[in-house]
């Protein structure tokens, strides 16, 4: 047992529990609305464009409040933080639930959702940097490894849960399940509401808390510059890249505002948050190919549902399973991962698991209509391992470049450029998918005139600009394997 800040005593196992699931419950909720859009639209009476603000507005929220929770672990004690992030979390996801079905309804549950992406943008980081703070180096590799059950595991179950509530009415020990879009919150509410009432009793105040001054710039330079910034890439996937009001204005004026933030932060002896951790390149390196972890699993996963339900003709209850043995794949070997890291060091595990990465890809830039989904559900699984072998790792290692007193600031700083990366590939992705299927698109007369060869080119125009996907996942993959050759061997300081 160890001791927290006032000397009282804990569970560091508990601790974990509580954290691991909680996030875990956050990032099952935020992935369930891809399965969840026709539900909600014929509920709410709203159009596509509309239905898909539920995960717009998520991803900026939670984007946006990312680079404050360096600055909450630091100043309010864990135990008061914790609860007050599961209490917002619980009231986002209770209120989503609870809007009624109506047009007017709508903005009850994107309020909701905007409450619940609050508070997971800061709890990922926080999970990490109590995870850094009460487990020693070796048992920390483990325990991170853990966590990549919320960034891996969760966001492939979402998706599946969903689409088996929604498929029919079920019976779980006696209990009647209906395919309501509302129980797509229970499992999520249920597990937080658990960890609340587990927290009080067992929850300590395990980071260490200091004075930090209000610095309200900061706040808001962080708030408006990283939301503008996200909000601009989020739009170029239904405006293009060079939409001025839409995409350019409110991306430019964040990539200033956060310019001056940075310049801000460089100068306080007290940062909001210290961005000097990009200076050491012990923590840089492997920050970048967590980055590019993120944008070559985007490459694949973004579009290959769409791929298995438009061309393949799958249910979205079906192409969830197709992807679940990849899904336990990741999740069982993330723990793992904890443990290779300590035998033989994040090069040798980086350098592998990118190569399997990279050919899992390989094939998917050669797929047809015709493509098997065994086939994927195997090629896809193969990629979930790489990702799994190099994920957590790579996070451990750029944790480490630090003391437990940066933990706060590495975390958040880790957790923001994921983030950036992220949003950046989804930009990428959707623009160049668009513009590839409308280059290849045929004329709308050709539908009148022959609607066989019309229904034929419009396949053939969706299968370009899926391989163009997965290539431009290929090549961020095989970029990652190259930049893997510079992390130092285990044992080299």
Same mark, same amino acid.
């Given at each position: 047992?160890?001791?927290?800040?006032?000397?009282?005593?804990?569970?560091?196992?508990? /601790?974990?529990?509580?954290?691991?699931?909680?996030?875990?419950?956050?990032?099952?909720?935020?992935?369930?609305?891809?399965?969840?859009?026709?539900? #909600?639209?014929?509920?709410?009476? /709203?159009?596509?464009?509309?239905?898909?603000?539920?995960?717009?507005?998520?991803?900026?929220?939670?984007?946006?409040?990312?680079?404050?929770?360096?600055?909450?672990?630091?100043?309010?004690?864990?135990?008061?933080?914790?609860?007050?992030?599961?209490?917002?979390?619980?009231?986002?996801? #209770?209120?989503?639930?609870?809007?009624?079905?109506?047009? =007017?309804?709508?903005?009850?549950? /994107?309020?909701?959702?905007?409450?619940?992406?609050?508070?997971?943008?800061?709890?990922?980081?926080? !999970?990490?940097?109590?995870?850094?703070?009460?487990?020693?180096?070796?048992?920390?590799?483990?325990?991170?490894?853990?966590?990549?059950?919320?960034?891996?595991?969760?966001?492939?179950?979402?998706?599946?849960?969903?689409?088996?509530?929604?498929?029919? &009415?079920?019976?779980?020990?006696?209990?009647? /399940?209906?395919?309501?879009?509302? =129980?797509?919150?229970?499992?999520?509410?249920?597990?937080?509401?658990?960890?609340?009432?587990?927290?009080?009793?067992?929850?300590?105040?395990?980071?260490?808390?200091?004075?930090?001054?209000?610095?309200?710039?900061?706040?808001? #330079?962080?708030?408006?510059? @990283?939301?503008?910034?996200?909000?601009?890439?989020?739009?170029?996937?239904?405006?293009?890249?060079?939409?001025?009001?839409?995409?350019?204005?409110?991306?430019?004026?964040?990539?200033?505002?956060?310019?001056?933030?940075?310049?801000?932060?460089?100068?306080?002896?007290?940062?909001?948050?210290?961005?000097?951790? @990009?200076?050491?390149?012990?923590?840089?390196?492997?920050?970048?190919?967590?980055?590019?972890?993120?944008?070559?699993?985007?490459?694949?996963?973004? !579009?290959?549902?769409?791929?298995?339900? =438009?061309?393949?003709?799958?249910?979205?209850?079906?192409?969830?399973?197709?992807?679940?043995?990849?899904?336990?794949? !990741?999740?069982? #070997?993330?723990?793992?991962?904890?443990?290779?890291? +300590?035998?033989?060091?994040?090069?040798?595990?980086?350098? @592998?698991?990118?190569?399997?990465?990279?050919?899992?890809?390989?094939?998917?830039?050669?797929?047809?209509?015709?493509?098997?989904?065994?086939?994927?559900?195997?090629?896809?699984?193969?990629?979930?391992?790489?990702?799994?072998?190099?994920?957590?790792?790579?996070?451990?290692?750029?944790? +480490?470049?630090?003391?437990?007193?940066?933990?706060?600031?590495?975390?958040?700083?880790? &957790?923001?450029?994921?983030?950036?990366?992220? %949003?950046?590939?989804?930009?990428?992705?959707?623009?160049?998918?668009?513009?590839?299927? %409308?280059?290849?698109?045929?004329?709308?007369?050709?539908?009148?005139?022959?609607?066989?060869?019309?229904?034929?080119?419009?396949?053939?125009?969706?299968?370009?600009?899926?391989?163009?996907?997965?290539?431009?996942?290929?090549?961020?993959?095989?970029?990652?394997?190259?930049?893997?050759? @510079?992390?130092?061997?285990?044992?080299?300081?």
């Amino acid at each position: 047992m160890s001791q927290d800040i006032h000397g009282k005593t804990y569970h560091a196992t508990v /601790i974990l529990i509580i954290t691991l699931t909680t996030t875990f419950a956050g990032s099952l909720m935020q992935t369930t609305m891809a399965t969840a859009m026709p539900a #909600l639209m014929k509920a709410f009476q /709203i159009s596509f464009s509309t239905a898909q603000q539920a995960t717009t507005w998520f991803l900026l929220v939670n984007g946006a409040v990312v680079p404050l929770s360096a600055y909450l672990a630091i100043k309010f004690p864990t135990k008061w933080l914790l609860l007050g992030l599961d209490v917002l979390l619980l009231a986002g996801m #209770l209120i989503s639930y609870a809007a009624p079905s109506a047009t =007017n309804g709508w903005w009850l549950f /994107i309020a909701g959702r905007i409450m619940a992406a609050a508070a997971f943008g800061i709890l990922l980081p926080l !999970m990490q940097t109590i995870i850094a703070t009460i487990f020693p180096p070796k048992q920390m590799a483990v325990a991170m490894g853990l966590s990549g059950l919320v960034v891996g595991l969760a966001p492939a179950l979402g998706p599946i849960l969903s689409g088996w509530i929604l498929s029919r &009415n079920h019976r779980l020990f006696g209990l009647l /399940i209906s395919h309501s879009w509302r =129980n797509i919150f229970l499992v999520p509410i249920i597990l937080v509401a658990c960890m609340l009432i587990l927290a009080i009793f067992q929850m300590k105040d395990v980071l260490p808390n200091r004075a930090v001054p209000r610095d309200f710039t900061s706040l808001s #330079l962080s708030l408006v510059g @990283f939301s503008s910034l996200l909000l601009g890439l989020t739009n170029v996937a239904t405006v293009g890249w060079w939409n001025i009001p839409a995409v350019l204005v409110p991306g430019i004026s964040g990539l200033l505002l956060i310019c001056v933030f940075i310049h801000r932060q460089l100068r306080l002896d007290i940062p909001f948050l210290n961005v000097r951790v @990009f200076l050491n390149k012990a923590f840089t390196l492997p920050t970048v190919l967590v980055v590019l972890v993120m944008m070559a699993m985007y490459g694949v996963e973004m !579009m290959l549902p769409t791929y298995l339900q =438009n061309i393949l003709g799958l249910t979205p209850f079906q192409s969830g399973l197709t992807l679940l043995g990849g899904a336990l794949f !990741m999740g069982g #070997l993330s723990p793992v991962s904890g443990f290779l890291f +300590n035998r033989v060091g994040v090069r040798r595990l980086a350098l @592998f698991g990118f190569s399997l990465l990279t050919l899992g890809t390989l094939p998917f830039a050669f797929i047809t209509t015709t493509t098997s989904a065994r086939l994927i559900g195997i090629i896809y699984a193969l990629r979930l391992i790489g990702i799994a072998l190099v994920m957590m790792p790579l996070t451990i290692s750029a944790m +480490n470049a630090f003391p437990q007193s940066m933990a706060a600031h590495a975390s958040t700083a880790n &957790n923001m450029a994921r983030q950036l990366g992220a %949003s950046v590939a989804v930009a990428l992705l959707s623009s160049v998918t668009q513009n590839i299927i %409308s280059q290849h698109m045929p004329t709308g007369q050709l539908k009148v005139t022959n609607p066989v060869a019309y229904a034929g080119q419009t396949l053939a125009a969706s299968m370009a600009g899926f391989r163009v996907s997965f290539c431009i996942g290929l090549v961020f993959a095989v970029v990652g394997l190259g930049v893997a050759w @510079f992390l130092k061997p285990k044992g080299e300081n």
